[in-house]
């Protein structure tokens, strides 16, 4: 079953914040984020393992909840180049297991 | 960082026909290779999972009599659309593992079956 994003699309004013949920029905040993711009691959951002992890580079962080299975990211301050289409992907087993990619979360930036 | 490359980057075929599309990592070796499959403003499904030596393991509901996998070499995964339908059409994206966490994608192929 596809973990579920949301918001499901959201449109900011540049210097905004934003923060993009993921939620999964299974247990979860990682949790990987892309943004993927339109017609092109999606660009990996970060990965959170097991453990409670929380990230971040830049203005860009993440957090993962393993007893909620659920994973956080947050954007800060917000670019024109942060718009795309975000995606979480989630692994339910050791490591290289498969993703299963999430809902995605359409993130348009305007001036 | 790694590279994956995708060849060719769009294709257009006539109904009936089959096409091949590579998957090449190209700065280091891919113990496994994912065919993920994109519709047009939807999230991206796995297609099947490859392994160097060995058959693909397809996901639930991907026929492997029409989506054929080779993964010949640990630089190379092949995916032939046999006999592509207009239905086939779509964004065909391929991603390699080097046996670390992260997966590294390939820009993608656009498929049209005219």
């Known amino acids: 079953q596809q973990p579920v994003q949301s918001p499901q699309a959201v449109i900011l004013r540049e210097g905004e914040d934003a923060v993009i949920n993921c939620s999964s029905s299974?247990?979860?040993?990682?949790v990987h984020w892309y943004r993927q711009k339109h017609g092109e691959a999606p660009v990996f951002l970060m990965i959170?393992?097991?453990?409670?992890e929380q990230k971040g580079h830049d203005k860009i962080s993440a957090s993962f909840n393993e007893k909620k299975q659920q994973s956080s990211l947050y954007l800060t301050a917000s670019q024109l180049s942060y718009s795309g289409t975000y995606f979480c992907g989630t692994e339910t087993g050791g490591g290289g297991n498969k993703l299963t990619f999430g809902t995605g979360t359409q993130l348009k930036v305007e001036l | 960082g790694a590279v994956v490359s995708q060849h060719p980057s769009w294709v257009i075929c006539k109904s009936g026909t089959s096409v091949k599309i590579e998957c090449r990592s190209l700065d280091f070796q891919a113990t496994t290779m994912f065919w993920y499959r994109q519709f047009p403003k939807q999230s991206l499904m796995l297609m099947a999972t490859s392994n160097e030596g060995s058959k693909a393991t397809y996901e639930q509901g991907v026929e492997k009599d029409k989506f054929l996998i080779n993964h010949a070499s640990l630089t190379l995964s092949t995916l032939t659309v046999t006999s592509a339908h207009p239905e086939d059409s779509s964004f065909y994206i391929c991603?390699?593992?080097?046996?670390?966490?992260?997966?590294?994608f390939g820009p993608g192929t656009r498929l049209t079956v005219t």
């Open positions: 991603s390699a593992k080097d046996g670390t966490y992260e997966q590294y």
């Open positions: 299974k247990a979860l040993y990682s």
């Open positions: 959170l393992l097991k453990g409670g």
